[in-house]
């Protein structure tokens, strides 16, 4: 059974930190895009970080920001802890949001999407 676990969420103050968690069991996560989304009340769920590897080798890693993210927010990962995760700097108001962690399967994987159920992160004065 494959399982993803978020943590980490929780009411931080204007220009505070969070770092959020994603523990992932049942998959193996070399074969795996790992990714954050949000979504806003209202709004459509975004991608906000990935982490995943080249087209040209299955070894390198790189990770892709939202605009909106770039420069606060650092996603990584721990395969020997299975655990993905996103350090949140800098929080807006606008950061408000449910955080869901996502596994998309690449390679052997291919075809593949996992969910987690949320965090929540709620910004404020």
């Known amino acids: 059974q494959v399982q993803l676990v978020e943590s980490g969420g929780g009411l931080v103050q204007i220009g505070g930190s969070l770092r959020l968690s994603c523990v992932v069991s049942?998959?193996?996560?070399?074969?795996?895009?790992m990714r954050w989304y949000r979504q806003a009340p209202g709004k459509e769920r975004e991608l906000v970080a990935s982490h995943t590897t080249t087209p040209y080798s299955s070894v390198v890693w790189m990770t892709n920001y939202a605009d909106s993210v770039k420069g606060r927010f650092t996603i990584s990962r721990d395969s020997a802890k299975n655990t993905v995760y996103l350090r949140m700097n800098s929080l807006k108001e606008d950061d408000t949001a449910a955080y869901f962690c996502?596994?998309?399967?690449?390679?052997?994987?291919?075809?593949?999407?996992?969910w987690g159920q949320g965090t929540q992160v709620t910004v404020s004065s």
């Open positions: 996502n596994a998309h399967g690449m390679r052997a994987a291919a075809g593949r999407d996992y």
């Open positions: 049942g998959i193996n996560l070399n074969f795996y895009a």
